[in-house]
Every structure is written in C-alpha cells, then in structure tokens.
C-alpha cells in the first residue's frame, strides 16, 4: 500500500485517508529520513495503531498523565500497539529507520459478520486501560503479531481477494491481541488521563491552530487556563522543551513540508510560518538543519 506523510488537523489528531471505502485499513511504510528531525510530534487519532520496525530503532512516547508518560524504544522486528485517542510521538534514533504501520477504526468490526461475537472477543481491547502493548521478538504470539502487520503493509491492493485478504489479516492480529492480553496485568498497565495532559492537548492544539501568528508564551498558557509558569512546566515534563522552543521545531517542520511539496516562494513560505521575516527564517532554519531554505529544497 501507499507511503503517506503525517499530517495533522488542528487538534492534533492525524488526517488518515483509507484508499478502499469498503475496508477502512490503511497501511504505511514510513522512511523517517523523510521527516524533520527523523521526528513525528505529537499527534492522535481515533483509528488504533500498530507498529513494526524493519530497519533501525524509534522512540515512542505515549502520554497517558503526568506521572504515566511512557517512553519506549524499539528496535528491528519490535512492535507497538497504540489505542484510539492516545497523545503519542515517534522519533528515530537513527539514520535510516524505517516503520511498517497499521491504522484502522473502531469500526472495522462494525461489519454485520462480527456482531455475534463482538463483546467476548473484540471490545475486550477498546475497553481496556492500557496506555500501550509492546511487542517482543522473543514471544510466539508477538512474532505472529508483527509479521501480520509486515505481511499486510506488503499488499498492494491488487491481489485476488484483496479485501478478504485485509479482513483476514486484521482479524487475525485482532485474534492474538487479545490473547496476549490475557497474559497482561492489568493493574500495572492502567493510566488514566490526567488533567495535566488534558492542558498539553489544549496548548498544543492552540499551536497548531495558530502557529502562522505571533504567539507568545501568555497567550497558549491561556487558552488552558493556566499561568505561565505551569505552561512552562508542563512543556518541560512532557516534552522536555520550553513552549516556544516547541513552536519553532512546529513551524520548521510546516516550512520543510512546503519547501519540498509546493512552489510556494521562501517568502511566502516563512511567512505563512510565522517567522516575522525572511532573513530571520534563514537564520534560524540554518541554526536547526545546517542548511538555507534553498539548499534544503534542492
């Protein structure tokens, strides 16, 4: 299936496009080279998510609350099941770092086939409180997991069958999910959101929805209806960035997505960015990447 850029609405959330409408499943293999600094910010979505490394090593960071952010590294051949709606970032640890992904709704299973059965074999995962399920290279069950999701990201919607093809696969990884859940504590896993990460969701989401303006530190402490200094703070736990040294690396990654897919002019590009001015765009695109904005869309 189809390489895909992340791309995110203002409230953060992640604008999946599923090519067939009959099957909501959309697949990704994802170059991190491709990506400013190897890195996707923070983002959810309501569709779940599964993971798998085929080249190198990644970070994820799966923000559950203040005192349950998780940080996780995997390496070539480990997984991750992510939830619906979970606060999460991936970064590469190294050049060349490849991820295999998996996305589809809560509604895949709203197919009149698995009506009968929903409750005992399928919400038994959307029910639960884990934050996360890592996926080993050492368990049967884990193995058989990541190589359903390599297996699956390797269609290329032209095979005979090709929709049975993706509902077999995707019940399958289904079907061993929920197996090894039975061998997960449950206790030791639950993390429910706090409302410190309710306060990163809104301060985020005024980011994104205003980065092409002046923005000052008061104004996203506000829009949570906090004070400065706990914006501070907040960014700082969770992020380990102040706000504004978050907003640059946003606006950054905005400014090198235009670069290599418009024609829009260097100009025009830091502006809609919100860098006040040409030059001081130059300046501090060269101070992050080491290069000019013309060299880098070259």
Not at 58 to 65: A, D, K, R, W
Not at 163 to 174: F, G, K, N, Q
Not at 177 to 204: D, G, R
Not at 279 to 286: A, L, P
């Amino acid at each position: 299936m189809e390489v895909k850029m992340l791309e995110l609405q203002n409230d953060l959330r992640e604008r999946i496009s599923h090519r067939n409408q009959y099957i909501p499943v959309t697949t990704c293999v994802d170059h991190f080279d491709d990506y400013f600094n190897r890195t996707w910010e923070c983002h959810w979505h309501e569709e779940v998510e599964f993971s798998v490394v085929l080249k190198g090593s990644v970070e994820y960071i799966i923000f559950s609350s203040e005192k349950n952010t998780t940080t996780i590294t995997l390496h070539h051949g480990e997984g991750i099941y992510v939830p619906s709606g979970k606060l999460h970032s991936v970064r590469a640890l190294q050049e060349g770092t490849i991820l295999a992904g998996l996305v589809f709704p809560i509604s895949f299973f709203e197919l009149t086939i698995f009506d009968n059965f929903y409750f005992n074999n399928i919400s038994k995962v959307f029910d639960s409180h884990f934050p996360f399920i890592y996926l080993n290279t050492e368990e049967s069950i884990d193995i058989s997991i990541t190589e359903s999701i390599i297996e699956i990201c390797g269609l290329t919607g032209t095979e005979t069958g090709f929709e049975l093809y993706c509902i077999e696969l995707v019940s399958r990884i289904w079907r061993l999910l929920t197996s090894k859940m039975n061998h997960l504590t449950e206790k030791t896993m639950f993390c429910e959101e706090s409302i410190q990460t309710q306060y990163m969701k809104a301060m985020l989401t005024f980011i994104h929805s205003n980065y092409g303006k002046c923005i000052t530190v008061e104004e996203i402490a506000k829009h949570s209806g906090i004070s400065r200094t706990e914006c501070f703070r907040c960014f700082k736990k969770f992020l380990k960035k102040t706000p504004m040294e978050y907003t640059t690396s946003y606006r950054l990654s905005m400014a090198t997505m235009l670069l290599t897919s418009t024609s829009r002019t260097i100009k025009d590009i830091s502006s809609s960015c919100g860098f006040s001015t040409p030059e001081y765009f130059g300046k501090v695109f060269k101070k992050y990447l080491g290069t000019t904005p013309g060299q880098y869309r070259k």
